[in-house]
């Protein structure tokens, strides 16, 4: 597909986008973006979709807002929000490459001007690997950000101390026993990398990642968006449209949500991943490539730095990001090769995002061929007490849940099997030779019933 090709697909894409798809299914309302745009009173958005092979097209709609509010186009710089964490990983994972860190090294082999404490004072046991994914059981915060001129350090906002607004980052959670997403991780983070290499964040981060990948019209440089054209800086809004004083906000966290960027830059990132993960790239190697986007804690959908859907035919990494006055994703479809992102100078451009990202995942997410219908008939456990019953009737599937009427399902073209009456969707998939298993996906939540074997039935019958 030529640029030419992009701008004409998406051009089309963008006349017809969902209403209201946070739900996660597919609405029979749809807006263009413009009308959306209004509906949610999202000032500006720009856009960009590219290949592996470099093709780009990216382009901007609306105004950057202030008073010297401009059209938004292709160069126009926004708030990259928590994107900044998927690009400080990337750069951390660098540093893993070059033998500067370790991914499962206690964290305080590298920390020299700051010490992780729980709430006791005692150091807790973390890695550079849980710092990444979110595992390492922190403070849950969300960063803010400051008006220019009264931020205060990063180790003020590690301390708590000085003009911060967040509480001091502690070890509150079991290391590496669950999943909690907080920026505080990555506030760490970017001390961590300033005392292993010796070098301010910003201009580690210019040179290991932003000048390598091309990303020139990025910086964590907080001062970068005064530095540039007012033309080309987003100012960001409120939800209703009351922009937010002064522009912007400081993000003394940078590496957690202080980067600013333009969609282009971003995929140049994700793209600049998805051929390390296929062994193509000169900057990072395959296995941390794949580390990168493989989910560290199973049911989390994250993985290092990096948001993870790995259904089968359904896969996309990337990271969605949401600062005051901005909105944000980006997105690497890998078996379509293809990767999206969006950026919007608006709170309320969510459901906005949302209808782009359900054009880009019909777009490019590759489908899964159907099974034969009479091969997945039979008894399946989403528990031990729970089974599901899916028999044939006059061609069509049956599902039977405990407690439930059976119902017939509605088969999609994509292979799935809709429940008539719930949120609920249906697949049969087939793993390595094996009989199929049932996956069941609510509330874009996936839970896998597997298939009852002759032991689980004489269990059954022994309780019964």
Same mark, same amino acid.
């Given at each position: ?33 413009? $009308? ?30 202030? $008073? ?105 959670l079991l290391p590496g026993s669950r999943f909690r997403y907080s920026g505080s991780h990555y506030a760490v983070l970017q001390q961590l990398m300033v005392d292993a290499t010796g070098t301010a964040f910003e201009e580690l981060m210019q040179a290991l990642v932003l000048e390598p990948v091309a990303m020139a019209d990025s910086s964590f440089d907080q001062q970068f968006p005064h530095q540039r054209a007012p033309q080309l800086v987003a100012r960001g809004h409120h939800g209703g449209g009351t922009g937010i004083p002064g522009g912007w906000r400081a993000q003394p966290e940078a590496a ?34 794949? $580390? ?51 950026? !919007?100078? +608006? ?29 997945? !008939? ?19 599937? !049956? ?25 609920? $969707? ?28 002759? +032991? ?9």
């Open positions: 597909m030529t640029d030419v090709e992009f701008s004409q697909d998406w051009i089309t894409l963008l006349g017809r986008l969902d209403r209201q798809v946070s739900s996660g299914r597919p609405s029979p309302d749809t807006a263009a973006l413009s $009308e959306l745009m209004s509906s949610y009173q999202v000032p500006g958005v720009s856009i960009a979709v590219g290949h592996v092979d470099g093709r780009v097209w990216a382009t901007g709609y609306g105004v950057t807002g202030g $008073e010297t509010s401009a059209p938004v186009t292709a160069d126009t710089a926004f708030a990259a929000c928590s994107i900044s964490k998927h690009v400080a990983a990337f750069g951390a994972l660098l540093l893993v490459q070059n033998g500067v860190l370790n991914l499962d090294t206690d964290i305080d082999e590298y920390l020299t001007s700051w010490q992780l404490r729980d709430r006791a004072g005692r150091r807790p046991a973390v890695t550079v690997r849980q710092l990444l994914a979110h595992t390492a059981g922190l403070s849950d915060t969300w960063y803010r950000g400051y008006p220019a001129g009264h931020a205060p350090s990063l180790r003020q906002v590690l301390d708590g101390s000085g003009s911060t607004t967040t509480p001091p980052v502690r070890s509150t957690a949500a202080g980067l600013w960027s333009t969609p282009a830059d971003l995929l140049r990132l994700d793209l600049e991943i998805a051929r390390a993960a296929s062994g193509d790239s000169k900057l990072l190697d395959r296995d941390l490539a794949t $580390e990168m986007w493989a989910p560290q804690i199973p049911g989390a959908g994250y993985g290092l730095g990096t948001e993870v859907d790995d259904r089968a035919g359904r896969r996309r990494f990337g990271h969605t990001g949401q600062n005051v006055g901005y909105t944000c994703f980006s997105y690497v479809w890998p078996d379509s090769r293809i990767a999206v992102a969006a950026m !919007t100078n +608006s709170e309320d451009g969510w459901e906005l995002l949302a209808g782009l990202r359900a054009a880009a995942d019909r777009r490019y997410a590759t489908g899964i061929a159907a099974t034969p219908i009479a091969d997945v !008939t039979g008894r399946y456990l989403l528990r031990d007490d729970y089974p599901i019953d899916i028999t044939l009737t006059d061609g069509q599937l !049956t599902f039977s849940a405990p407690a439930q009427q059976p119902v017939l399902l509605l088969a999609d073209p994509d292979g799935r099997y809709l429940h008539p009456g719930l949120d609920l $969707e249906v697949r049969f998939l087939q793993t390595n030779d094996q009989p199929c298993v049932l996956e069941l996906r609510q509330e874009g939540v996936t839970q896998t019933a597997r298939p009852s074997t002759p +032991s689980d039935q004489f269990a059954q019958r022994q309780q019964g």
